[in-house]
């Protein structure tokens, strides 16, 4: 798919101005260019898209569907870098009144392999820019935004507040950009990305199954898969590299995250098969006086597991553990229990290899749901795959939908 960057700003806002007024005169004084060089510009985009925006005629133009869906999106990306420029923007600064109409492709594109790589010789060596290049672009950019954007730590360089605002504005720019080209180019098979925050409960039914189901009706599609636990995501998905997170809710929502229930799971405690528990209820007695491997202080899981033993001695806990698959592991070659989601191992169980010690917990104690940006439209595609997580969320289940 085409870069973003390659995408000039001062045209994509042109492209909006356009749409709105319905002539190019008037969006070329909106936009400050000459008539000449708006027509130019517009028509480069179109070059560069393969498909016209705009149909011409004696009373004016006349936006095509790809135009207005570049519009919008174009339009979105750079209320993004607006805000970020507000945002980082030092109080009471002479800066520029509109410092985000004077940036450039070239610049936040330069900015952003630095923001990545938190200095000019990583990020000339991942964008293949020359380390002056990259330096000029973010000087210029400081300059424009009258305020710094990276300080010298030691040996490495980092961002400012208001680095990082800017950095994440022109992610989410970026990926406002890239769905409007997704979106415009999709009769044409363009291939769009999806990027996906896997998180643990996630991991072994539901979005296998969604994507699955995905692959057959979006063949055009690239699903990136990126695991993590929900404060490693959250970030990420602020900041538009991940597009959706699955996995458990939070109670506490921060700011700029919106959630959607898809259903309450339950806890139980397994073991490997032939375990001295195995084919029994035992007592919480009995749980107690065993050896346990649970996931790390202050996890959610190992509160619901302090819980369970409340008002009687702690059970031992030779190994604390993160990892559902060095977990499995450690049950099938020990006498081990654990507090896990029947999803996080239901291969296991259904092989044969591990078993569950008596019953699931009584009362559901976690919401799994999807996590996006507050104010975030879905393309087509990942509207698909929204759909189908909702869909696999009830096929993949046995235990309550909530």
């Not at 997704?182 to 291939?191: I, K, Q, S, V, W």
């Not at 939070?250 to 995250?257: A, E, F, L, M």
């Not at 375990?275 to 996931?295: D, N």
């Not at 919401?367 to 507050?374: K, L, P, Q």
Request: hydrophobic share 45%; proline share 7%.
């Amino acid at each position: 798919m085409l870069n973003p960057f390659a995408l000039n700003l001062r045209h994509l806002r042109a492209i909006g101005a356009v749409v709105a007024s319905g002539s190019f005169s008037r969006a070329a004084d909106e936009v400050g260019l000459s008539q000449p060089a708006l027509t130019q510009g517009l028509a480069k985009v179109e070059r560069q898209l393969g498909l016209p925006l705009f149909e011409r005629h004696s009373g004016g133009v006349t936006p095509t569907a790809a135009g207005i869906v570049m519009a919008d999106r174009a339009t979105r990306a750079l209320a993004y870098l607006a805000t970020a420029v507000r945002r980082g923007g030092r109080p009471g600064s002479r800066g520029f009144a509109r410092p985000d109409r004077l940036m450039t492709s070239t610049q936040i594109e330069a900015f952003l392999h630095f923001a990545d790589a938190q200095g000019f010789a990583g990020a000339a060596h991942a964008s293949g820019l020359s380390q002056p290049a990259i330096h000029r672009a973010v000087r210029e950019l400081e300059q424009i935004c009258a305020t710094p954007l990276a300080e010298r730590r030691g040996r490495g360089m980092m961002l400012t507040p208001a680095g990082r605002a800017l950095a994440r504005g022109i992610r989410l720019a970026r990926g406002e950009i890239a769905a409007g080209i997704g979106e415009a180019l999709d009769d044409r098979g363009a291939a769009s990305r999806i990027a996906v925050g896997a998180m643990p409960l996630s991991r072994a039914l539901l979005l296998p199954r969604a994507l699955a189901l995905f692959l057959d009706g979006v063949p055009c599609a690239v699903v990136d898969v990126i695991e993590g636990s929900w404060r490693e995501l959250v970030d990420p998905l602020l900041d538009g590299v991940v597009d959706i997170m699955v996995g458990a809710l939070r109670d506490d929502v921060p700011p700029g995250i919106e959630q959607t229930s898809l259903f309450r799971d339950r806890l139980a405690i397994f073991a490997r098969a032939g375990h001295p528990l195995a084919g029994r209820t035992p007592s919480l007695a009995e749980l107690a006086a065993r050896q346990w491997v649970v996931g790390p202080r202050g996890t959610p899981l190992q509160s619901h597991w302090e819980a369970l033993f409340a008002g009687l001695p702690s059970p031992a806990v030779p190994i604390e553990c993160g990892s559902v698959m060095v977990i499995r592991g450690l049950l099938a070659q020990s006498d081990l229990l654990t507090l896990l989601s029947p999803d996080q191992v239901a291969l296991e169980v259904d092989s044969g290899m591990l078993v569950q010690i008596g019953p699931e917990l009584p009362d559901p104690v976690r919401t799994i749901g999807i996590s996006t940006r507050a104010g975030w439209r879905p393309t087509r595609a990942q509207a698909r795959l929204i759909e189908l997580l909702h869909r696999a969320a009830s096929e993949t289940r046995h235990q309550e939908i909530g």
